[in-house]
């Protein structure tokens, strides 16, 4: 029997976090049949996991048994950790959209041991493309003087800090919902208005709470993700969005296009393992097809598949890895007292600090870097101080000998009030401790390759120990600042880091002889296939790259869609997208 012809579509987006969302939204506006294969599942509101029974399977594993959201890798130089499901990224990251220092677009900046980071790309060109994005994410400010978000200790200690030590502070744009909709006051909790594109998971949200779990996903739906937003709008011009399908294959057709392998998992496959490498192999095939599966995924595909896709440059892919220089430090509260920071209490991300490069001034020696305060959820509080084993050991033994003596002396105390607020602390630890988050530029020299079938990057500190050197000294005179004690990332004992903004591998540039893609993200060699994802980046965005990931997604789009024939958009294709649940979404 002959096997049934592989589905066609125009584009195909692999992937659905800032790259792909933005590629599939533009692409279907534009009239485009458009498909999104996204290996995750969909998040609506109230279903990210915060009992330890759920977050034990929010990991992504699929051979055993796990299709979670997290997703964590570990290499010899860093571990990392990046997000699994419908919308990518923008479901654990921390909200902050800052656009690229325009010096920081660097033309030919010598990197150890030869070659150059160049940026194909200008400021001026992309700022059209960020006043898109920063639309669409609905970009504001931190309203820190709005009457029900006044008061944040964490984001008023930073910025007094900030000043004391002749740093640039900001409260940077957020992708977060603080109002119900625009021109209206800002409010805890509040319903929020659905855009006119609609909601694909058809479940209300609510504005900011201040609950601190951006980065394990708001379940109030606060945040602006790409499922909210991007994904929502390419759903109603017509996207037909996949959730479950992990791809696997990519080859260069005969005559032009690609087809595309992947595999479909059952999620009622969870907790059983599963050899997932003999899941049958489902085709499409299409004239347009977007890489945006990540940097890690990206690159892997295009690593595994190379010997399908004849003319691509193999000297430079997996080339030009960085972290984007993120280091992740803590400040604690020192016995004598100090700042209340109450980490606990806003979103995770609420000020930014900038020190600059060399390249913004003669005087300055170094790569530059921003320092912003972190969160975390209101539970890690209660976990801090039970963790601290001395003070919690006495306050319980105090407590059980004032009881103890009561009962003797035939007094016993009615109301165990007081001692009951003894016996729970002050809450010193939780209230007085801070993640201090690092971003900046490192240096983008890590080599991505398969060690067997399995992805390998070499990448170490070492080329970068001036710039994480200098990071580390301003850290340490914030916390000096703030009357606070200064703790590394245990990992960095071993000069190790924890990223979760991985970066390059398949890098923009002029010619061959600089990158993979060229400076419209289409790769060289492989007519319509095109890197939408962080993978394109030629080296550290610096800032929180989100962002400039999705604006270099939309320049592209642009280009792309200038040199195509405008296709006509069919109703009926829109409606029933409109009509289809995403598989995840339904209540």
Same mark, same amino acid.
């Given at each position: 029997? %002959?096997?049934?012809a592989?589905?066609h579509?125009?584009?195909?987006v692999?992937?659905?976090?800032?790259?792909?969302?933005?590629?599939a939204?533009?692409?279907?506006?534009?009239?485009?049949?458009?498909?999104?294969?996204?290996?995750?599942r969909?998040?609506?509101?109230?279903?990210?996991a915060?009992?330890p029974?759920?977050m034990?399977r929010?990991?992504?594993d699929?051979?055993?048994?796990?299709?979670?959201?997290?997703?964590?890798?570990?290499?010899?130089?860093?571990?990392?950790?990046?997000?699994?499901?419908l919308?990518g990224?923008?479901?654990?990251y921390?909200?902050v959209?800052?656009?690229?220092?325009?010096?920081w677009?660097v033309?030919?900046?010598?990197l150890?041991g030869?070659?150059?980071?160049?940026?194909?790309?200008?400021?001026?060109e992309l700022?059209p493309?960020y006043?898109a994005?920063?639309r669409?994410?609905g970009?504001?400010?931190?309203?820190l003087?709005a009457?029900?978000?006044?008061?944040?200790?964490?984001?008023?200690?930073m910025?007094?800090?900030?000043?004391?030590?002749?740093?640039?502070?900001e409260?940077p744009?957020?992708?977060?919902s603080?109002?119900?909709?625009?021109?209206?006051p800002?409010?805890?909790?509040?319903?929020?208005?659905?855009?006119?594109?609609?909601?694909?998971?058809?479940?209300?949200?609510?504005?900011?709470?201040?609950?601190?779990?951006?980065?394990?996903?708001c379940?109030?739906?606060?945040?602006?993700?790409l499922?909210?937003?991007?994904?929502?709008?390419?759903?109603?011009?017509?996207?037909?969005?996949?959730?479950?399908?992990?791809?696997?294959?990519?080859?260069?057709?005969?005559?032009?296009?690609?087809?595309?392998?992947?595999?479909?998992?059952?999620?009622?496959?969870?907790?059983?393992?599963?050899?997932?490498?003999?899941?049958?192999?489902?085709?499409?095939?299409c004239?347009?097809?977007?890489?945006g599966?990540?940097?890690?995924g990206?690159v892997?595909?295009?690593?595994?598949?190379?010997?399908?896709?004849?003319?691509?440059?193999?000297?430079?892919?997996g080339?030009?890895?960085?972290?984007?220089?993120?280091?992740?430090?803590?400040?604690?509260?020192?016995?004598a007292?100090?700042?209340?920071?109450?980490?606990s209490r806003?979103?995770?991300?609420?000020?930014?600090?900038?020190?600059p490069?060399r390249?913004?001034r003669?005087?300055?020696?170094?790569?530059?870097?921003?320092?912003?305060?972190?969160?975390?959820?209101?539970?890690?509080?209660?976990?801090?101080?039970?963790?601290?084993?001395?003070?919690?050991?006495?306050?319980?033994?105090?407590?059980?000998?004032?009881a103890?003596?009561?009962?003797?002396?035939?007094?016993?105390?009615?109301?165990l009030?007081?001692e009951?607020s003894?016996?729970?602390?002050?809450?010193?630890?939780?209230?007085?401790?801070?993640?201090?988050?690092?971003?900046?530029?490192?240096?983008p020299?890590g080599?991505m390759?398969?060690?067997g079938d399995?992805?390998?990057?070499?990448?170490?500190?070492?080329t970068?120990?001036?710039?994480?050197a200098?990071?580390?000294?301003?850290?340490?005179?914030?916390?000096?600042?703030?009357?606070?004690g200064?703790?590394?990332?245990p990992?960095?004992?071993?000069r190790?880091?924890? %990223?979760?903004?991985p970066?390059g591998?398949?890098?923009?540039?002029h010619?061959?002889?600089e990158g993979?893609?060229d400076?419209?993200?289409?790769?060289?060699?492989?007519?319509?296939?095109?890197?939408?994802?962080?993978?394109?980046?030629?080296?550290?965005?610096?800032?929180?790259?989100?962002?400039?990931?999705?604006?270099?997604?939309d320049?592209?789009c642009?280009?792309l869609?200038?040199r195509?024939?405008?296709?006509?958009?069919?109703?009926?294709?829109?409606?029933?997208a409109?009509?289809t649940p995403?598989?995840?979404?339904?209540?």
């Open positions: 029997m %002959t096997p049934p592989a589905e579509v125009d584009a195909v692999v992937g659905s976090g800032f790259g792909g969302a933005v590629s939204f533009r692409l279907a506006e534009a009239g485009l049949r458009v498909v999104v294969l996204e290996r995750g969909a998040y609506p509101p109230g279903s990210f915060r009992t029974h759920e034990g929010a990991l992504w699929p051979s055993e048994g796990l299709y979670g959201l997290f997703d964590v890798w570990t290499f010899n130089g860093f571990d990392s950790v990046v997000s699994s499901g919308g990224g923008s479901l654990i921390a909200n959209l800052l656009r690229k220092e325009e010096k677009f033309k030919r900046e010598r150890p030869g070659g150059y980071e160049t940026w194909p790309v200008t400021r001026a700022d493309h006043d994005v920063e669409m994410l970009a504001t400010r931190y309203p003087h009457p029900a978000y006044a008061g944040t200790r964490k984001t008023l200690a910025q007094v800090a900030a000043k004391d030590l002749g740093l640039a502070w409260l744009p957020l992708a977060v603080f109002s119900p909709g625009p021109q209206e800002p409010g805890l909790g509040l319903p929020i208005k659905d855009p006119e594109y609609g909601n694909l998971h058809g479940r209300p949200r609510r504005t900011c709470r201040l609950c601190g779990e951006c980065d394990i996903g379940n109030d739906g606060a945040k602006n993700t499922d909210h937003t991007y994904l929502s709008a390419a759903r109603h011009a017509g996207a037909d969005l996949r959730t479950h399908r992990e791809v696997r294959e990519l080859r260069l057709r005969d005559g032009g296009g690609y087809e595309v392998g992947y595999v479909e998992h059952d999620p009622a496959s969870e907790g059983r393992r599963l050899g997932t490498g003999k899941l049958p192999l489902r085709r499409i095939t004239d347009l097809l977007i890489l599966a990540g940097t890690y990206t892997y595909l295009l690593l595994r598949n190379q010997g399908r896709l004849p003319g691509l440059n193999l000297e430079r892919l080339r030009r890895y960085s972290g984007n220089g993120d280091l992740l430090t803590f400040l604690l509260p020192r016995p007292g100090g700042e209340r920071m109450e980490a806003g979103p995770v991300i609420t000020s930014s600090m900038f020190v490069d390249l913004d003669p005087d300055v020696q170094g790569r530059g870097f921003y320092v912003q305060d972190g969160g975390y959820p209101g539970f890690v509080d209660w976990l801090a101080e039970s963790a601290d084993v001395t003070r919690s050991l006495f306050r319980a033994g105090e407590f059980a000998v004032r103890v003596v009561s009962r003797l002396l035939g007094t016993p105390d009615s109301s009030s007081a009951l003894r016996l729970i602390g002050q809450g010193t630890l939780s209230s007085g401790s801070l993640p201090l988050l690092g971003i900046g530029r490192d240096v020299d080599v390759r398969l060690r399995r992805l390998n990057v070499d990448w170490t500190t070492r970068s120990r001036e710039y994480f200098r990071m580390r000294r301003t850290m340490r005179d914030l916390a000096d600042h703030l009357e606070a200064y703790v590394d990332n990992i960095w004992f071993f190790k880091i924890i %990223t979760v903004h970066l591998g398949a890098a923009i540039g010619s061959r002889e993979v893609c400076p419209y993200n289409a790769v060289l060699g492989l007519p319509g296939l095109y890197v939408a994802d962080g993978a394109a980046m030629p080296g550290p965005v610096g800032p929180n790259p989100s962002l400039t990931i999705a604006a270099l997604a320049r592209m642009t280009h869609l200038e195509r024939p405008r296709r006509t958009r069919r109703s009926a294709t829109r409606s029933a409109r009509l995403v598989e995840g979404s339904t209540p």
